[in-house]
């Protein structure tokens, strides 16, 4: 059975202080994809990230994924308050891609 | 587009009654999943399809059904609803194949929220 696992679940940080979110997961998958969720929003897709070493980058935010670690990171950059949201990750163990969920990082930016 | 649309956006049901969420999407996607979504739980499968007339199991199916009648739809069922399925209900959808040679994320759509009494 595949486990997905994100630390912190809660996060709170000053603007412009960096951070990483982490994302553990159990079986071997080379296809991981990082989402945002705003409060009583859907989910919004962030990166997908589909080989070893894989890295995206999009504005304060950087993913990256090391297959061979089963591990995924959100790196936030000088952070700002537009960035609190919750901050999802998910495994996706091919055949028909259904994915499996990491419980979530809230992210709170305050100045 | 649309994109994903769900219907109803919010619902509230006595222990016993039954409902059926609707899903539908505009993007001639194969795939579409049902996923419920709890607090501190992340997002757990309900329910998948790989094409219409198609359906198969998720992580946590119990307590309900699905169909796929038309490609562009997908029915969530709850024959008897229990206080234990009052949760935010999302589906979702996506190509089976890359499109544009891009890999393919799952679309969203804006989630039903369901309580049951």
């Known amino acids: 059975e595949l486990k997905v696992e994100q630390n912190p679940l809660f996060l709170s940080m000053q603007e412009g202080k960096n951070y990483t979110i982490y994302c553990n997961y159990s079986?071997?998958?080379?296809?991981l994809y990082w989402y945002r969720q705003d409060p009583g929003k859907s989910l919004e897709s962030l990166f997908v990230?589909?080989?070893?070493?894989a890295v995206k980058q999009e504005g304060r935010l950087m993913a990256s994924l090391d297959t061979k670690a089963r591990l995924s990171t959100l790196h936030i950059t000088a952070a700002v308050h537009d960035l609190s949201a919750t901050y999802f990750c998910?495994?996706?163990?091919?055949?028909?891609?259904?994915?499996?969920f990491g419980k979530g990082t809230m992210l709170l930016v305050s100045p | 587009n649309a994109g994903v649309t769900q219907t109803p956006k919010f619902r509230v049901l006595k222990t016993g009654q039954s409902m059926t969420l609707l899903c539908a999407q505009d993007?001639?996607?194969?795939?579409m999943y049902w996923y419920r979504q709890d607090p501190g739980m992340g997002l757990r499968l309900i329910h998948y399809?790989?094409?219409?007339?198609?359906?198969a199991k998720g992580e946590v199916p119990d307590g309900y059904n699905v169909s796929r009648l038309k490609k562009q739809n997908f029915l969530l069922g709850l024959e008897s609803a229990a206080p234990s399925q009052t949760s935010v209900y999302f589906c979702?959808?996506?190509?089976?194949?890359?499109?544009?040679?891009?890999?393919?994320?799952?679309?969203f759509g804006p989630g039903t929220r369901l309580l049951v009494l």
């Open positions: 979702a959808s996506r190509p089976d194949r890359p499109t544009g040679g891009a890999w393919e994320t799952q679309y």
């Open positions: 079986t071997t998958s080379d296809r």
């Open positions: 990230l589909l080989s070893n070493g």
């Open positions: 998910a495994v996706d163990l091919g055949g028909y891609s259904t994915l499996t």
């Open positions: 993007m001639n996607h194969e795939y």
């Open positions: 399809s790989v094409g219409e007339g198609t359906t």
